[in-house]
């Protein structure tokens, strides 16, 4: 990326949506101007004596450090970096661990590694905003004790099957708890308790008192804490209690000085407790024993926006099924290049600038859809194009003879040949030197076995007995025949060279041929393991509806063959991206690939061709 993250505001030639809609007139009304930022999260008194906030707007990217981040977190981060950048705002890098016992370094560190290499950066105004949310567990259990305190929360201990039943459902309203009713002060007894291990896991929780019969269930008075032993990553034995998701999210968005809290549709019903929540702890309160308190928490209080989540076609985005394929060894890893994890993206050869570009194009909606895989693959194509040095490389080699070579060039003559790495350097700015890729041709080259054909189908224009073509780079050659084993199997295609047809001299046109090949000469060509990357599922819609997704495994989907590549790829290094010529987009794998030993994985095909 050329922009740094969080430099100065860059909106013009992005699309708009609604999410840029409403951020631009937030910002036009001034509706976060007067925000107070402390240099840390905290509550209201905690910001008042910050200074005005120097973020025009502040995002977060809120992931559960309990996987790898997959294809679909890309969208997310690149929608909430991308927003804070393009606003003069601050996203800030939230690991969400609210949850006891699910957390792994291995994955914070992951986390930490694919949001960097995606291009983004949580330093900002000399600040790193990388928090993690089990740091707040003391603001949300004050959160949770001045709710029962202004009589917005009491404590359940109805049997968890009681409380399923009272719920209701869609056609039948619920039933009051018959703890509703009880005294603030004895809520606060109790709930103190529940935080003091004096009652068994599962014996109570504590809830927002608001509406049995809402019409959104979520509203029936949902459970904000629970009680439950566990040995939490960060705060070790200190809590038996922990908050719920819906009650911590909001209490986390507005301790950072969240403006805009962007998730996935899924959160939909859930925003009216957001809203309900933040209002009360916002707000200044009379509590049961009569004092009159200033809100908890700072005002203006952050706003939930929902997005239609990423679903792309033969792509899974489960947590759940992607360890399944981990775990079941139908991949090699979290990074095989298969998987949509962004480790694995990266190792099949994604730049982060392709990512970027595929979550601008498919843009920001509020409804679901299905994204075409091909058009991840085109903005690969569309980012490597200017990009990506050529080279050839032989994949289904067959040797050919130019039988003539020894008489007409010299015996054992080698020929220095060249050609452009970059041939469309498209920036017509750019003065800096085309870089030139040399390689040789000699008296034996390899060639691709498809390019010979002895009796040529209609229209056929490569290598058939009396046929003219050039070796790309190189010569015009005439093919002659073809030798074969015992068994009919073509082993050695024969031609002659014809010579002063060398591309880039004057002889070059003299002779017509009717196309070019690619190819690779014997003498200065190198093997190297080229691992054939295809989808990994059959299936447009792997596990869409139930579906076994294993039953649709591709069983091509890798394949590893010996190639033979051009000699400018002996210097080649890991990571870096290749066009081989008429092949498509490859990159030297970040793992595997060493000088003397070299490893290509297909990222791509030139064109879309999948089901064709
Ligand atoms: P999974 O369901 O795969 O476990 P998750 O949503 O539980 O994923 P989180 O770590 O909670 O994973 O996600 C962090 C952020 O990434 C959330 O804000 C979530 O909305 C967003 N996100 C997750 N999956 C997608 C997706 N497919 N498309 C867009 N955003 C996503
Ligand atoms: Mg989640």
Redesign the pocket.
Known sequence: MTTPANSATDTDHKPSNFLRQIIEADIAQGTYANRRWAGTPGDAAHHAKGNPDPAKIRTR????P??YL?V??A??ICINFGLARDYGGVCHLRF?DTNPEKEDTEYVNSILDAVHWLGFSWEANGLLHQYQASDYFDFMYAAAERLIEAGHAYVDEQSAEEMRINRGDFGKPGVNSPFRARSASDNLARFRDMRAGNLADGAAVLRAKIDMTSPNINMRDPAIYRIRRATHHNTGDAWCIYPMYTFAHPIEDALEQITHS???LEFEDQRPFYDWLMERLCEKTTLHDGRVVDGLLAAPAPKQYEFA???LTYVI????KLAQLVNEKKVSGWDDPRMPTIVGLRRRGYTPESLQLFAERIGVTKSDSWIDYSTLEGCLREDLETKAHRAMAVLNPVKLVLTNWDEVMGPGHIEPCEQPALPHKNDETDNSATPVRHFTIGKEVWIEREDFEEVPPKGYKRLFPGNKVRLKGGYVIECAGCVKDASGNITQIEATVIPDTKSGTPGSATVKASTAITWVAVNDGLGAEVRMYDRLFNDPQPDAGGKDFLAVLNPESLKVITAYVEPSLANSTAGQHFQFERHGYFVADRIDHAPGKLVFNRITGLKDTWGK
């Open positions: 990217f809120p992931p559960e309990n996987g997959h679909g977190h969208k997310s969400d962007i998730c996935t989540r990423l679903n985005t489960s947590k759940r």
